[in-house]
Every structure is written in structure tokens, then in C-alpha cells.
């Protein structure tokens, strides 16, 4: 962003995100050890250097035998072999069975040469020097045949996977200690406002806890990204630049919150608006109107400038920064994605805004359906923790009855 600019006129929620999302590429990925990629996207196709099973095993505690020699024992006419060794999981060598004979054999202990199936101890009498076998395991019972599972070759995860446990468990067992993947985006949270304490401290008359770095800084890490919370920032331009020049050096993202409106004290456009590379300006939505986004630092870091109220602050941070942090990792989605449901109170909304409504969503036999909670003052933020949902009211619908169908974003949902 080149210059400072700022306009009367609204941007739709399209164009900010647009604005936003152009000035984003995903992070570099490298290969990360595999207990820190669990959630990141993988940024590689991870192909078996191995075979699952490696080499064929028995599946059960008893005797590795020739399938041939016990294929008539029953109860009435039990068969009888010398037991010629043990073989424990992690033990075997290159033993070979002999015709006629048995080895005691563990589960995960590799089969003997010349063995084709394994008969369980219980239905043998657990001899040590002859065993004594009572019924017949057909051939390649209880063996885990090698490569039966994964082959050499296979593709285990293909780019783009959100890494989870199950394909972390597979990565170890073939022997994987590092997975390429994007890293998490590192976000710096900065709270404005000389009427903010932080929680613990004495509180005044005329002055209030800072909820909106712990709201934005929690956000930030259930999105996946590493969050920084700085804290308070008081109305002063000077403290406000230095406090920001100490953190770029650990910030992929700053997110500030408040001084972004008219207000005399603004702080946030007074700092940043003589940089000229930080938009400020108004978006057609409610709550979150006013916004700022654009660069800082040498290394150019994104900043997104959210407005102070805790409730447009975090529905700022779910319509724009959430996307940009998704898009630094790679992962898609970038937006939440919506669904539908019967509105069960009626609704009004301004005209030309898109209007977020907070709201509790259910599902009943009667299918889900959505109820506003408490009021629009973008303050609220008692109702805002009592949300799950918000009902997303399009910039050209001032009233919505109740019973409608209305889109809806699930705010607990994992996309
Ligand atoms: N004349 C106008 N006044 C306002 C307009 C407008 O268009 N014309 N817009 C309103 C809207 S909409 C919003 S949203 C707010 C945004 O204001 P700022 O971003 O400048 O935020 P502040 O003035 O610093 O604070 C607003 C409000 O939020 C409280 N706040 C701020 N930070 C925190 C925090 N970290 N934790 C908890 N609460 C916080 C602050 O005390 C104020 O009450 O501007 C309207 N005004
Ligand atoms: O847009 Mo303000 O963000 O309505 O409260």
C-alpha cells in the first residue's frame, strides 16, 4: 500500500477482505518436527519410504507352524509338536521353522522362515518342550502379512492435509521425524486506550478492563496462529509507535484493537496515518464499520487496525483477520463457512450494511433453527460470550419475519 487513503464512501465486506487478502502469501513452509506440525497444513506429499507391516508378524500370543503339520487337530485327535524355540516381538533373527515342528512366537514377533500360520495359546495346552494342539488355524491365520497395510511407495498424506494425531501416529510408524508444512502465523496484540487496566488491577470510575486483547489473542491461537498479547497501549501516539516497533520483530500480523473511529484521541490513524501505508476507512457492515489495514516496519508486516468496541472487534477479527490467518498457513477454506436456519425471532437491520447478528444456534426434530441474543450494541459483550452463531442480515434487507431461512455462521465449528 503505497499511500494513505481514506473515503466517505463505504467498502462492501468483499472489497476490505479483497484488500486484505492480496497483501497475504502463505507462509514459507520447512520441515518441522512432527509434534509441532499437529494442525498445520502439510506442505508435501509423504510418500512410505516402508512397508507396513515391514516384514510378516504374528498377530497373536501361541505357536508359529506349519499350517500343514496341525491341519487335522481337534479335542479328539490333538496334535503334538516339539517346541524348537521362543521368539519374542523384537527378537528373531533369521530363524527357520522345520517340518514338524513349533515355535513359541509373541504378537509383533516376526514368523519363522517355512511358518504359515499361528495357533493361540488357547488351544494348546502352553507346552514348553512339546505342545499339544487341539484345533487348526487355516493357512496365514493370525499372520499380519508384510506390506498388508502400507506399501513402499504409498502416499501416506497428500499436500494440503491438515495435519492431525492419526496422520502424525503414521508419519512415526514409517519412521518420519520431520513433516514440511506452513508454520504458525505469529500474531502481536496490541489493546488501545488510556481508560484500559488490565485485569487484577484496581479499577477507577472511569476506567475499564482490557477484554479485547485476551478476546483477539485467544481468537488468534483457536485460529491456529501463535498470539502475542502486548496489552495496553495508552492514547499516545509515541507509545503507541514504539510499542509497535518492539514487536515487529516477532510478528507475521499485528492486530490492534480501538483509536480507530472519530473520536479525538484516536490514536491508532493519528500514528499510523502519517506512514501512509495503512488504509483507513469505513465497510459496509454493523457492528465493524470503521477499519484499517496495511503495512508496517521494513519487512512491510500486515497490520490490521479493528475498532475498540469488544463486539466489533471480534467480528472484525472472524470477517477479516481470520481469513488472512488461515491464508498465511495454507489452509482453505480462508472464510467460515455459512449454513441455514429458521429464524425464530424477527429481525431488523440498517439499510446498506451487512448486519452480523449474534445468536444461539440449535437443532431440533424440526431441523436447526437460530435465535437472536440480546441487543445490537456493539458493547454487549456479556451476550457475545452467550453466542454460538451469528446471523449474517445482507446489506439490502432491512427486516427479516421470523420463520425465514436465514445464512448463519457457526463460531465454535471447526472448518
Ligand atoms: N462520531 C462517531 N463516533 C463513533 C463512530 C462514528 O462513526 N462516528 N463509530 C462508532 C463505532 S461504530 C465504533 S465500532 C467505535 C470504534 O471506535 P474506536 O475504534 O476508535 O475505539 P475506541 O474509541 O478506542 O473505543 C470504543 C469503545 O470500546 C471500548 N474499548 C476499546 N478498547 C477496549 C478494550 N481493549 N477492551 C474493552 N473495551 C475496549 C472503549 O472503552 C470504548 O467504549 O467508535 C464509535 N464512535
Ligand atoms: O461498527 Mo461499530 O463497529 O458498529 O460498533
Not at 151 to 169: I, K, M, Q
Not at 262 to 288: H, I, N, S, Y
Not at 291 to 308: A, K, N, S
Amino acid at each position: 500500500m503505497s499511500e494513505a487513503r481514506s473515503s466517505d464512501a463505504l467498502s462492501t465486506v468483499e472489497e476490505h477482505l479483497g484488500r486484505v487478502l492480496a497483501h497475504l502469501e502463505p507462509l514459507a513452509d520447512y520441515p518441522q518436527p512432527l509434534m509441532d506440525a499437529l494442525g498445520l497444513s502439510a506442505a508435501e506429499d509423504v510418500v512410505s519410504p516402508i512397508a507396513l507391516p515391514s516384514f510378516d508378524n504374528s498377530a497373536m500370543d501361541g505357536y508359529a507352524v506349519r499350517q500343514e503339520d496341525v491341519a487335522g487337530a481337534s479335542d479328539d485327535t490333538p496334535v503334538h509338536l516339539p517346541v524348537v524355540g521362543e521368539i519374542g516381538a523384537g527378537q528373531g533373527g533369521l530363524m527357520a521353522l522345520s517340518p514338524g515342528t513349533a515355535a513359541k512366537i509373541m504378537t509383533g514377533a516376526p514368523l519363522p522362515a517355512g511358518a504359515d500360520a499361528v495357533v493361540p495359546y488357547e488351544w494348546t495346552d502352553r507346552g514348553v518342550a512339546q505342545v499339544r494342539i487341539v484345533a487348526a488355524p487355516s493357512v496365514g491365520q493370525h499372520v499380519r502379512r508384510a506390506g498388508e497395510d502400507v506399501a513402499a511407495g504409498d502416499l501416506l498424506v497428500e499436500h494440503g492435509t491438515v495435519l492431525g494425531p492419526r496422520h502424525l501416529g503414521l508419519l512415526a510408524s514409517v519412521g518420519r521425524t520431520t513433516v514440511r508444512s506452513r508454520p504458525r502465523p505469529r500474531v502481536v496484540i496490541l489493546s488501545t486506550g488510556s481508560e484500559l487496566r488490565e485485569p487484577g488491577q484496581p479499577l477507577g470510575r472511569d476506567t475499564i478492563y482490557d477484554g479485547n486483547s485476551w478476546l483477539l489473542a485467544a481468537s488468534a491461537r483457536a485460529a491456529g496462529a501463535i498470539a502475542y498479547r502486548v496489552g495496553i497501549v495508552p492514547d499516545e501516539p509515541r507509545a503507541f509507535l514504539d510499542a509497535l516497533s518492539d514487536q515487529l520483530v516477532r510478528a507475521d500480523l499485528v492486530v490492534t484493537s480501538g483509536g480507530v473511529s472519530q473520536g479525538d484521541f484516536d490514536v491508532v490513524k493519528e500514528a499510523l496515518r502519517p506512514l501512509g501505508t495503512v488504509w483507513f476507512g469505513g465497510v459496509a457492515m454493523q457492528p465493524g464499520k470503521p477499519q484499517g489495514f496495511g503495512t508496517v516496519g521494513e519487512d512491510r508486516v500486515p497490520i490490521f487496525t479493528l475498532p475498540g468496541n469488544p463486539v466489533s472487534s471480534y467480528i472484525s477479527f472472524e470477517t477479516f483477520v481470520l481469513p488472512a490467518i488461515r491464508k498465511l498457513m495454507g489452509r482453505t477454506p480462508l472464510a467460515r463457512p455459512s449454513t441455514r436456519a429458521r429464524l425464530t425471532h424477527a429481525i431488523s437491520s440498517p439499510p446498506g450494511r451487512r448486519q452480523f447478528v449474534r445468536a444461539s444456534y440449535e437443532v431440533d426434530s424440526g431441523g436447526p433453527f437460530v435465535s437472536p441474543v440480546g441487543g445490537h450494541g456493539s458493547h454487549l459483550i456479556g451476550d457475545l460470550a452467550n453466542a454460538n452463531a451469528l446471523v449474517v442480515v445482507p446489506e439490502d434487507v432491512t427486516s427479516v419475519p421470523a420463520g425465514e431461512q436465514v445464512r448463519v455462521l457457526l463460531l465454535d465449528e471447526e472448518f
